[in-house]
T-cell receptor, first 111, second 112 residues
């Protein structure tokens, strides 16, 4: 049973057209993370939530925003996608002192 | 700043051989270390989590060791199978929030 669910699995958008990626969890974990993974590279943390407290990484571009309306859902908004934003976007959750659980990711392509 | 390195970047072994994957980190003050598997185009599957107080952790054919003083962890996969072909990543939390710093991974191919 999938515990961290990301939709859609594949997303294609146009250069500059806003796009939203979604993540939901059935684990009731209080921490949620968004990572960006480019081809053959390690995942890179964009931001995380501890409950509703939002924490942005210093080098995350302003183009990337996030919303967490409740414990179960978290969204990644890319306001004006550029070609360099094409990547796999991974959502993860965690309870304190427990392993992180990842979703299957959303692969974003920019035309 | 914590840096995580995985060597080799790629590894190919015949079926049945044992796999040894290496992970090193620069700051030994870690909370834990986690090993993941990633299949092409997929997300990450957690394999093992070793707490900082532990020396090793085992799950089936997988065994992970941790030596904090030398900044190293090793993942052993016994009697490899073609289904073990994947990229294996190690990661350590940067802080108490659990923000992970990943290595670039070791791509493993097990040939029948």
């Amino acid at each position: 049973d999938a515990m961290v669910i990301q939709n859609p699995r594949y997303q294609v958008t146009q250069f500059g057209k806003p796009v939203t990626l979604s993540c939901s969890q059935t684990l009731n974990h209080n921490v949620m993370y968004w990572y960006q993974q480019k081809s053959s590279q390690a995942p890179k943390l964009l931001f995380h939530y501890y409950d509703k407290d939002f924490n942005n990484e210093a080098d995350t571009p302003d183009n990337f925003q996030s919303r967490r309306p409740n414990t179960s859902f978290c969204f990644l908004d890319i306001r004006s996608p550029g070609l360099g934003d094409a990547a796999m976007y991974l959502c993860a959750t965690r309870a304190e002192n427990q392993p992180q659980h990842f979703g299957d990711g959303t692969r974003l392509s920019i035309l | 700043k914590q840096e995580v390195t995985q060597i080799p970047a790629a590894l190919s072994v015949p079926e049945g051989e044992n796999l040894v994957l290496n992970c090193s980190f620069t700051d030994s003050a870690i909370y834990n270390l986690q090993w993941f598997r990633q299949d092409p185009g997929k997300g990450l599957t957690s394999l093992l989590l070793i707490q900082s107080s532990q020396r090793e952790q085992t799950s089936g054919r997988l065994n992970a060791s941790l030596d904090k003083s030398s900044g190293r962890s090793t993942l052993y996969i016994a009697a490899s199978q073609p289904g073990d072909s994947a990229t294996y990543l190690c990661a350590v939390p940067n802080d108490s929030w659990g923000k992970l710093q990943f290595g670039a991974g070791t791509q493993v191919v097990v040939t029948p």
